[in-house]
Antibody, heavy 114, light 112 residues
Framework: EVQLVESGGGLVQPGGSLRLSCAAS????????MNWVRQAPGKGLEWVSY????????WYADSVKGRFTISRDNAKNSLYLQMNSLRDEDTAVFYC???????WGQGTTVTVSS | DVVMTQSPLSLPVTLGQPASISCRSG???????????LIWFYQRPGQSPRRLIY???NRDSGVPDRFSGSGSGTDFTLKISRVEAEDVGVYYC?????????FGQGTKVEIK
């Protein structure tokens, strides 16, 4: 069964860091483009970051560029999102999604608050 | 950035009746490779989004055929031919043609 499971969310103070993980099963992430999408409480969806399965090239939303870094570990079949310099407005549920969003994880909650 | 504008933002519908959601983009979504990367999603409260339609009009596996997508260029539509109770939720369009990729604001569908 194709599945994505996110983890690593939690409560962090403004200015802090957090690393999210997305464990894939049923397929190899090295063969697919992968994404992070977030949803602030009561708000809509916001695309955050993308990594090409073929080339490893990456793209970011302007709101996170320079603060967030997407990466993957093919051996662990996992995708990551390193989040630094976190702000209150980064509070959201973070989802990983495969390709053009055909498969989604259940999400992990990040709360940035003092 | 490409702004995606959905309308209406709230859509009260009658069971068994049709429903339609519009999504307009700030620029053409035709990619240099000729494809148009306009995607529709559905999300129930407390659940992850689910893709319904990709590349304007291709229905995902398992999506009921009462859902259909159409449009071209900058003007797109999601139609539900006969609304069922399980269709209640929020629908989003998204463009994956131009970086950064962007979502519409979402349309909340509820039963009258």
């Amino acid at each position: 069964e194709v599945q994505l499971v996110e983890s690593g969310g939690g409560l962090v103070q403004p200015g802090g860091s957090l690393r999210l993980s997305c464990a894939a099963s049923g397929f190899s992430i090295s063969s697919y483009d992968m994404n992070w999408v977030r949803q602030a409480p009561g708000k809509g969806l916001e695309w955050v970051s993308y990594m090409s399965g073929l080339t490893g090239s990456t793209w970011y939303a302007d709101s996170v560029k320079g603060r967030f870094t997407i990466s993957r570990d093919n051996a662990k079949n996992s995708l990551y999102l390193q989040m630094n310099s976190l702000r209150d407005e980064d509070t959201a549920v973070f989802y990983c999604a495969r390709g053009h969003f055909s498969v989604w994880g259940q999400g992990t909650t990040v709360t940035v608050s003092s | 950035d490409v702004v995606m504008t959905q309308s209406p933002l709230s859509l009260p519908v009658t069971l068994g009746q049709p429903a339609s959601i519009s999504c307009r983009s700030g620029q053409s979504l035709v990619h240099s490779n000729g494809n148009t990367y306009l995607i529709w999603f559905y999300q129930r409260p407390g659940q992850s989004p689910r893709r319904l339609i990709y590349q304007v009009s291709n229905r995902d596996s398992g999506v009921p055929d009462r859902f259909s997508g159409s449009g071209s260029g900058t003007d797109f539509t999601l139609k539900i031919s006969r609304v069922e109770a399980e269709d209640v939720g929020v629908y989003y369009c998204m463009q994956a043609t131009h970086w950064p990729w962007t979502f519409g604001q979402g349309t909340k569908v509820e039963i009258k």
